[in-house]
């Protein structure tokens, strides 16, 4: 059974840091590609930040030079760290795991909940 397990958000002040874990059981780690993701209230869910089996990361320009996206394959984690944030980075932000294998196979996280305010 796959389980993406998400932690570290909060409430932080605007300018804070935060750092998200999601530590995956169930899956072949290092072969998968993972990403973050978030839904604000009323939006549609958005890429954040990706990385790559082979360590290739992707961010959106709304969260580049501010998140750090990396994983630690001996933990089966990847983490978003998370610095400069703003309210518009409010949201519920969610794990992704995805891999080809002819088809395409991706699991999500519960999400865990980010609050930017003072």
């Known amino acids: 059974q796959v389980q993406l397990v998400e932690s570290g958000g909060g409430l932080v002040q605007p300018g804070g840091s935060l750092r998200l874990s999601c530590a995956a059981s169930g899956i072949i780690f290092s072969v998968y590609d993972m990403g973050w993701y978030r839904q604000a209230p009323g939006k549609q869910r958005e890429l954040v930040a990706t990385?790559?089996?082979?360590?290739?990361?992707n961010y959106a320009d709304t969260v580049k030079g501010r998140f750090t996206i990396s994983e630690d394959n001996a933990k089966n984690t990847v983490y978003l760290q998370m610095t400069s944030l703003n309210s518009e980075d409010t949201a519920v932000y969610y794990c992704?795991?995805?891999?080809?294998?002819?088809?395409?196979?991706?699991?999500w996280g519960q999400g865990t909940q980010v609050t930017v305010s003072s």
């Open positions: 992704h795991a995805e891999r080809w294998l002819g088809v395409r196979l991706d699991h």
């Open positions: 990385i790559t089996s082979n360590k290739i990361t």
